[in-house]
């Protein structure tokens, strides 16, 4: 059994570069291959094309088991109309996503406005809801899905966003999301095998310089994402979009 992931996107909200957050992961036992998109940038199927190309020909949208929101900033959710739209029309099925019920309160006003009408054959104008399109699974400390036990807690940040601890195949990947820097979300973070942590500027985002100062072991098992395009961490591994990560 192995648990590893493909960082599809490393950016931030203003990356011209790179796409913004997004991680594909797997849980593989054998020729079963089970997998989580974390968060969801558009374009999401070129995200997906672009990221897997050397390391998972083929994944594509209904390779995954389920969506995993961590906060509706455009950076990280701004391809759920895509997702949404790509699982009804091309799948013929509704989209599984897991999130926090305080994102999840917010989802159909954020997507209501370009997908709460659909025109039918006749071309009369339909009422649309979140229901036909998503299948929402909320919960607030931790869900299981197939093979995955996907723990949150909430963070330090603009509008309300979640971390993850992601468990499978008896290894652990955290993730922070966006986030201040938080010592107590840290610290639950850091009990994971591997943690892709952010790095950026402002009150709702965690400086460099603070996870620069931790000591090397901990350093050693941090990952960067959603950094600046033109930044250039010295002491800790920035993710590379398209490059699998073992945890
Ligand atoms: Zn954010």
């Not at 020729?31 to 050397?54: A, F, M, N, V, Y």
């Not at 009422?127 to 929402?136: L, Q, R």
């Not at 901990?218 to 033109?230: N, Q």
């Amino acid at each position: 059994m192995t648990l590893s992931f493909i960082a599809l996107g490393t950016g931030d909200a203003f990356s011209a570069k790179r796409y913004g957050a997004c991680l594909a992961v797997e849980h593989r036992e054998g020729d079963t291959s089970r997998w989580l998109l974390i968060d969801c940038p558009h374009p999401i199927r070129k995200l997906l094309h672009e990221g897997s190309r050397e390391v998972a020909p083929g994944l594509d949208v209904g390779s995954f088991d389920a969506l995993v929101l961590t906060h509706l900033h455009a950076d990280h959710a701004s391809g759920l109309e895509g997702w949404g739209f790509f699982h009804r029309f091309a799948l013929q099925k509704k989209a599984t996503l897991l999130a926090h019920p305080s994102v999840a309160r917010d989802l159909w006003t954020h997507l209501q406005p370009s997908m709460g009408w659909l025109l039918d054959a006749r071309r009369e104008p339909v009422a649309m809801t979140e229901e036909d399109y998503f299948d929402v699974r909320t919960f607030v400390d931790e869900i299981e899905l197939g093979p995955f036990r996907i723990e949150a807690r909430t963070t330090w940040h603009h509008i309300p966003t979640i971390a993850l601890c992601i468990h499978a195949g008896g290894r652990c990947l955290g993730y922070s999301a966006d986030t201040a820097f938080d010592p107590a979300l840290f610290e639950w973070l850091a009990a994971s095998d591997l943690l892709v942590h952010e790095a950026n500027l402002g009150p709702a985002h965690t400086p460099y310089a603070t996870l620069a100062a931790l000591p090397a072991d901990v350093r050693a098992k941090i990952r960067l994402i959603a950094f600046p395009d033109d930044f250039v961490p010295d002491a800790i591994e920035p993710l590379r979009e398209g490059a699998r990560v073992e945890v």
